[in-house]
């Protein structure tokens, strides 16, 4: 198979939460391969440095500010893309996360008492967050009979993860979601339009570390359960990511939609014996 399978250059590409550890590391990714980068967050200001590094680096990146659980917002976004590309070609939905109200801890929050705002939040966040993207830029690609859309779901979608009863069930949605999408947009508008996923496994964040790791850096009792059932034996580094997201974003994966990629070191494969 050629290079040029794995070509992405010159493609407009969306990145939602782009100020994250992973996301942003897809980001310049992307840059490097030449693709034309809008990053959005609510807060413009927080994407300055990484818009900063990637335009340094000879790369194309613009901030937006745009709210993913804000139709609105985000039309207003897809206005200026249109405006200054006239199309798009990717839309990476990287916004989500967590919050520690919405998350079970023992001898802290029982699930009885988990905050129902919070329980709100992490569910608009990851799943809102995603299908609002999606229609706002999808409609642009089904004007455009073609394009392209990568989802972020997570290995709790798969087999939910104590504790993170919000995360789990918003992101397990992302995945009905993603297989769904990507039947609506092949047979309604175009067979050219893809949309897929990638469930990334155990990575160091500032969304997971508090319950990973302890103040002085070493494992806490959940976070050495994961790396025991984790085959690979560590966590993963942004880097794991990448080739991945450049395979689906490119014309190499033109035959793939509707699936959900692990990267995970063999965790969902592994049953524990």
């Given at each position: 198979m050629s290079d040029s399978s794995f070509d992405v250059s010159g493609l407009v590409t969306v990145v939602t939460g782009a100020n994250g550890v992973l996301i942003s590391a897809m980001a310049r990714e992307l840059a490097a391969r030449g693709a034309k980068l809008v990053l959005l967050s609510r807060n413009a200001d927080k994407l300055s440095s990484l818009t900063a590094e990637i335009n340094d680096a000879g790369g194309e990146a613009t901030a937006l500010a745009g709210d993913v659980t804000s139709k609105e917002s985000l039309q207003e976004c897809a206005a200026l893309v249109k405006e200054k590309y006239g199309r798009i070609d990717l839309l990476v939905n990287g916004a989500g996360g967590n919050h520690p109200d919405a998350?079970?801890?023992?001898?802290?929050?029982?699930?009885?008492?988990?905050?129902?705002?919070?329980?709100?939040?992490?569910?608009?966040?990851?799943?809102?967050?995603?299908?609002?993207?999606?229609?706002?830029?999808?409609?642009?690609?089904?004007?455009?009979?073609?394009?392209?859309?990568?989802?972020?779901?997570?290995?709790?979608?798969?087999?939910?993860?104590?504790?993170?009863?919000?995360?789990?069930?918003?992101?397990?949605?992302?995945?009905?979601?993603?297989?769904?999408?990507?039947?609506?947009?092949?047979?309604?508008?175009?067979?050219?339009?893809?949309?897929?996923?990638?469930?990334?496994?155990?990575?160091?964040?500032?969304?997971?570390?508090?319950?990973?790791?302890?103040?002085?850096?070493?494992?806490?009792?959940?976070?050495?359960?994961?790396i025991d059932h984790t085959p690979q034996g560590r966590f993963g580094e942004p880097e794991d990511l990448l080739s991945v997201l450049v395979w689906l974003a490119s014309s190499g994966s033109k035959f793939v939609t509707g699936t959900v990629i692990p990267v995970d070191g063999g965790f969902q494969a592994f049953s524990g014996v």
């Open positions: 998350t079970a801890m023992p001898g802290q929050r029982s699930f009885f008492d988990l905050d129902a705002g919070a329980l709100k939040f992490v569910t608009e966040l990851n799943l809102v967050g995603t299908v609002l993207p999606c229609q706002v830029f999808g409609e642009l690609m089904a004007e455009q009979k073609e394009g392209n859309i990568i989802n972020i779901s997570s290995m709790t979608a798969f087999k939910p993860l104590t504790r993170v009863v919000g995360y789990a069930a918003a992101k397990a949605a992302v995945n009905n979601f993603t297989e769904w999408l990507s039947v609506h947009m092949a047979q309604e508008h175009s067979p050219a339009i893809r949309v897929n996923a990638i469930a990334p496994g155990f990575f160091l964040t500032e969304q997971n570390r508090f319950l990973l790791t302890n103040e002085d850096g070493s494992l806490t009792d959940r976070g050495q359960t994961i």
